[in-house]
């Protein structure tokens, strides 16, 4: 295994600020990896550096500082990388019909089009030490859909789509491609998606006002505790550690009960079935 002048493997981590992130830094940081923790925002990769970390400012949206961020990288590793983690991604709540193109364009910035970018600039690197891991955080959204979360699942489908055509186009260069597939975890997604839904959805106009005002409303807005089935980050920092160490890592990791269902009932059930099932919940 090709590793960094620290003689430990490295790994770079996207949307470290919080919640998936910041665990899977300080897990891999503990399980003794050389951990690349990397945020949006200027702040928080300061914040990040406090506690010891090198962290790279990378931004989904921003192609200058993607190429920047991995150049940092690999002067610190000596030009060698063994994994990426692409978990950077936000979410904007609200009914299909309510958005916006502009909204569609800029959630796939970031939750598609910059996780490519990425790692299209990761895969020469690791062609030329001859092995690699890219670990793409997607979600039980990338199974099966759920009402007013259109946006996100469109990514999310998305990304599973490009990951999967990757594995395969892989095969035979030492490059494994994974996808990691939480449920309901522990994060800041739902407070971080706020300024996007109040940017985009013009929801007091919208033919749906009622039921934003019955459910999503009060969803984004008051503090109802955990989800039901809602697990800690460290639930993925876990899967993610066997993603990037086993000697043959699954193609697929599921992470919460939901997931698990959701990938039963895509497999098992007819569509007609499966739009019941989801429409009740």
Not at 57 to 67: G, M, V
Not at 96 to 107: H, Q, T
Not at 110 to 124: C, D, K, M, S, W
Not at 203 to 224: C, G, P, T, V
């Amino acid at each position: 295994m090709t590793t960094g002048p620290s003689h430990k493997p490295s790994i770079l981590i996207t949307g470290c600020s919080s919640g998936i992130g910041y665990d899977a830094a300080h897990g891999m940081r503990a399980a003794g990896w050389y951990v690349f923790a990397s945020c949006r925002q200027a702040a928080d990769c300061e914040r990040l550096r406090a506690e010891g970390f090198d962290s790279p400012l990378i931004d989904y949206a921003d192609s200058d500082t993607i190429h920047a961020g991995l150049a940092d990288v690999l002067v610190a590793t000596g030009g060698t990388l063994n994994a990426v983690f692409n978990n950077g991604a936000y979410a904007i709540p609200g009914a299909v019909e309510d958005l916006p193109r502009e909204a569609l364009r800029a959630i796939f910035e970031t939750n598609v089009f910059g996780v490519h970018e990425l790692t299209r600039a990761a895969i020469p690197v690791m062609r030329a030490q001859g092995h690699g891991r890219i670990v793409n955080c997607s979600s039980v959204l990338g199974i099966v859909p759920m009402q007013w979360r259109g946006a996100y699942v469109a990514t999310k489908f998305a990304l599973e789509g490009l990951t999967d055509v990757l594995r395969l186009e892989m095969r035979g260069t030492g490059i494994d491609v994974i996808l990691i597939e939480p449920g309901p975890i522990t994060s800041d997604i739902r407070k971080n998606a706020i300024p996007h839904f109040e940017r985009f959805i013009d929801w007091k106009n919208s033919a749906r006002a009622d039921q934003y005002r019955a459910s999503l409303m009060k969803r984004l807005y008051e503090n109802h505790g955990p989800d039901r089935f809602e697990l800690p980050a460290d639930a993925v920092t876990q899967k993610l550690l066997h993603a990037v160490a086993s000697r043959r890592p699954r193609p697929r990791y599921y992470v919460t009960t939901p997931t698990y269902f959701a990938g039963i009932m895509r497999r098992l059930l007819p569509t007609r079935m499966l739009d019941w099932v989801l429409s009740r919940g």
